[in-house]
């Protein structure tokens, strides 16, 4: 049995500090381990599925 309880997204709106323009990112907190990040730019997009190892 998998169990999963996901964290509401957070979000963040930026501004160019140079350039024009702005970026959008939203988190997503599956655990304190595994993320999922979007970002949506100006001039990019991108997306990760992220895992925190530490030791």
């Known amino acids: 049995m998998v169990h999963c309880q996901f964290a509401p997204p957070l979000s963040h709106d930026g501004a160019g500090l140079f350039d024009p323009g702005q970026v959008i990112t939203l988190r997503y907190l599956f655990s304190h381990r595994w993320n999922f ?19």
């Open 37 to 55: 990040e979007a970002q949506n730019a100006t001039d990019f997009s991108r997306t990760s599925l992220n895992y925190r190892l530490e030791r």
